[in-house]
């Protein structure tokens, strides 16, 4: 047997971000938002003082492991003649808190009933919003998983203490992604039995 590790190139949050900024986008425009932005830094005093336009923030404010996902047994495959059993990913929740930011309230309150509505339309993540790395890590494990809101989780005066900014309405919205684990085991190829043939000498004879 041989354990090899080989941990490639990943991208999936920045991936992920790019994926719901294109899917805000084009279901915004479609009922007319047609220049909305998209901005994930925090949503603190500073950068709200920076905004001009309609602006949606997603901020992403955690990260923990989905365990109803964990999985202990490991992928049976094939490579070059020889099995391989490779480590199940780790599923990690991306929870992002959704504000709107507009010069009057009342847009505000419009921007974000349609992004709730956008988001709840989209159990899972479309496939053509998608960059092309993250829809190639998914080939194997299927579609990203997402909800809107969360009962465990109060977006209270707190958080926004934590962060620096002022009290806003907000929702929560949480996507599942993979990391992929790069371990995987190979093992020799099968064993076979030896088998022992017995000839009857005497009967050969015959």
Partial sequence: MQLTTGVSLNTSLADLDEALAALLRRELAQVGFPAVAVAFEAPD?????TVTRPTLNLFLYDLRENTQRRRSQWDRGE???RRTET???????????????SRAVEDEHRLLSQAIAALHGYPELPADVLPSALASALEQV?????RVGDPQLDASADFWTAVGGSFK????????????SGVVLHRGPPVRSPQLRLRDRFRAAD
Avoid: K, Q
Wanted: glycine share 8%; hydrophobic share 50%; no cysteine.
């Fill in 79 to 81: 490579a070059d003649g």
């Fill in 87 to 101: 480590r199940p990913p780790l599923w990690l929740d991306a929870s992002y808190t959704l504000t709107a930011w």
């Fill in 45 to 49: 005093r500073a950068w709200g003082a």
């Fill in 142 to 146: 299927g579609p990203l998983r997402a």
């Fill in 169 to 180: 309405v907000s929702f929560h919205y949480i996507v599942t992604v993979p990391f992929p």
